[in-house]
C-alpha cells in the first residue's frame, strides 16, 4: 500500500497539504488516490460533526460519513 502520488500533489496544490494539515488537528488526515478529496478518521460521530462544523464555517464543503469496516489485511498494513 503506497501513497505514489501524494508527494506530487502536495507539490503542485499546497491547499492540499493545508487541508491536511487542519483534518490532522481532529483525527488521522488523508487524501483520496488523486487528491480530489480529503477526509479523517474519527472515533466518535460527535468529534467528526464538530469538525464538519469548523470546516464549513472557513467555506469547505463537507459530510460526515460512516466507513465500512476495514478489511484486517489493510489494518496489518498500517502497522508498517
Known amino acids: 500500500f503506497r501513497r505514489v502520488l501524494f508527494r506530487s500533489v502536495i507539490g503542485e496544490f499546497p491547499l492540499v497539504k493545508e487541508l491536511l494539515d487542519k ?18 478518521e474519527f472515533d466518535e460521530k460527535e468529534s467528526a460533526i464538530k469538525a464538519q462544523q469548523e470546516f464549513i464555517k ?8 460512516k466507513s465500512v469496516k476495514k478489511a484486517s489485511v489493510l489494518r496489518d498494513l498500517d502497522k508498517l
Do not use: N
Open 23 to 40: 483534518l490532522s488537528a481532529y483525527g488521522k488526515s488523508f487524501m483520496s488516490g488523486s487528491g480530489s478529496s480529503c477526509f479523517a
Open 58 to 65: 472557513e467555506g469547505y464543503r463537507c459530510f460526515v460519513a
